[in-house]
């Protein structure tokens, strides 16, 4: 893990997502998220097209705030790391295999999550400074039990074992002294036991009622013991209280209002910056998301009514590959027993051309292949009987869009832009999906740009799969004998959500015209209902 990913779900979480200013526990918000994140192998256009947060909420069974935070990251920024995947998907393969480890994590995450609520509200400083204690001692003991909790048997997979590895490393940092206790007032700042002692030390209690509190009030209490007991003269006695009577006063006012301001300034929130500025910490709340996801793995792949798999994966050939037997959609599948899976292959063939009607599920199968080529990538199941794919660097879907005011070339041009990005940056490696391109012009130009378009996808060598009605720009690659061509698969004028090989010519527009309610026989009838066109 990277500095930057072992600071991410921290930050984001105690900045925006776990509590708010009335300290209400709030769900973890995704689109929130969203908006803070930089794109990487996924741009931000193709995550909104393949419905990320729809993925998102189908396979989320986390239990913590910061598992979701992590899980949803993971989707948004899947890795690049064979290595990585591998040692996820061996750690899934052992959780899911052993019962018992998967009750100790559940247990060990809900310990977590149990404090994770006053843990981010100390962590976003959402403390009333004349009311610090409590939360600051409910914060403490919650790294305390995670801690504790996180003394598990040792797992036997590299990546799991390491997660717990990390979270028990932050025991041994000064970080977690100040945790534990006892704390110290330095010259130098807030100090553990163990760490260098300077001449001079004051010992911080997190309390209002200490002896500081009331050494103020002493002379008071002793002169007005004696003024009513009669150890001193009556007048000495009670001149003497009135006159140190003030110092009781601020007895008071200093332990219910001054220490607390103090101590939040002081002790609290530099303890508080400490724990944030550790790595070690840092890397142990990361750890705990990270377990999280994986036992949410698990958990999805348990619920969801299908086969679930984990992809082979390899990085042996220059392009891109993806293939797959009863391949689901890992959105819709999650609560449909009765989804029709499909058999794919995406491998040698670099172009591969889907063509037929409207409502024949040609998009779905392309989000269907993006959805899965993240979740392969993130380390998760796919929705499958059997899959293997390769590392993508880059994975992009594109579809038409309605232009706005500010676009000055309109449709075609808008769409033509985002194409042209996708090819500059597109290598043998990369993962393309385009719906329809070049639409907006002439269909003599639509064709001469959308044949130069796809060949060039073709002569970079990536994975390319392009959903198209136009069938004559298809037979022109089957003529060159280049790509693989597929069509949605009809019985009794009635969509199978199949893709079978070859190349559909129906439109099944009128089909649909019909459903709808406007056909031409349906416009006529309009028409003469109303009246319209008579005489």
Not at 106 to 121: C, D, I, P, Q, R
Not at 301 to 326: C, L, W
Request: net charge negative.
């Amino acid at each position: 893990m990277t500095m930057e990913s072992e600071k991410l779900v921290i930050e984001l979480n105690y900045r925006n997502e776990i509590i708010d200013e009335r300290n209400e526990e709030q769900p973890f918000n995704s689109r929130k998220m969203f908006d803070l994140l930089t794109e990487t192998v996924v741009d931000k256009r193709t995550l909104q097209l393949v419905e990320i947060h729809d993925l998102f909420k189908a396979i989320d069974h986390t239990r913590t705030h910061v598992g979701s935070a992590h899980l949803f990251h993971s989707l948004v920024n899947p890795s690049e790391s064979i290595e990585l995947i591998h040692a996820k998907q061996d750690s899934y393969c052992e959780l899911e295999s052993n019962a018992r480890l998967q009750h100790t994590i559940a247990e060990f995450l809900a310990t977590f999550h149990s404090g994770e609520t006053v843990l981010f509200k100390f962590l976003n400083a959402h403390m009333q400074a004349l009311l610090p204690y409590h939360d600051f001692q409910d914060a403490m003991t919650s790294i305390e039990y995670m801690l504790e909790a996180a003394e598990v048997p040792k797992p036997e997979t590299a990546y799991l074992d390491s997660l717990f590895k990390s979270i028990l490393a932050f025991k041994g940092s000064p970080a977690a002294s100040l945790v534990f206790g006892p704390r110290y007032r330095t010259s130098q700042g807030v100090k553990a036991a163990e760490e260098k002692k300077p001449f001079f030390r004051l010992k911080f209690r997190p309390s209002r009622l200490t002896i500081g509190s009331f050494l103020p009030a002493l002379p008071g209490l002793l002169f007005g013991a004696g003024w009513w007991f009669g150890f001193m003269h009556e007048a000495v006695a009670f001149t003497l209280f009135m006159l140190t009577a003030w110092m009781s006063i601020f007895g008071v006012v200093y332990g219910a209002v001054i220490k607390p301001i103090f101590d939040f300034e002081t002790a609290i929130l530099p303890i508080r910056n400490r724990l944030i500025e550790s790595n070690r910490f840092a890397s142990a709340i990361e750890a705990v998301a990270a377990i999280d996801e994986l036992l949410s793995f698990v958990t999805y792949s348990q619920k969801v009514p299908h086969p679930t798999v984990m992809p082979e994966f390899g990085n042996h050939t220059k392009a891109h590959y993806f293939a797959a037997r009863d391949l689901l959609n890992p959105t819709r599948a999650a609560n449909d027993p009765d989804f029709v899976g499909n058999d794919l292959t995406l491998e040698g063939c670099r172009a591969t051309f889907i063509t037929g009607p409207n409502s024949g599920g040609k998009t779905t199968i392309c989000k269907t292949v993006v959805q899965s080529q993240i979740l392969g990538q993130i380390g998760a199941p796919v929705v499958a009987s059997y899959a293997r794919m390769s590392l993508a660097d880059r994975i992009t879907y594109q579809a038409p869009a309605f232009d706005t005011l500010l676009d000055e070339e309109g449709r075609f041009g808008t769409e033509l832009k985002v194409t042209r990005d996708i090819f500059y940056e597109t290598t043998p490696k990369s993962l393309v999906i385009l719906d329809e391109i070049a639409e907006g012009t002439t269909t003599h130009e639509k064709m001469s740009l959308s044949v130069a378009i796809m060949n060039g996808f073709y002569q970079v060598g990536n994975n390319t799969l392009l959903v198209t009605h136009s069938y004559e720009l298809v037979e022109q690659f089957q003529q060159q004998n280049q790509g693989q061509y597929l069509q949605v698969e009809f019985k009794d004028n009635r969509p199978t959500h199949r893709l079978v090989p070859g190349i559909s010519k129906d439109s099944h527009a009128l089909r649909v015209a019909r459903k709808i309610g406007f056909a031409p026989e349906d416009i006529q009838a309009h028409l003469v209902e109303k009246g319209y066109g008579e005489g």
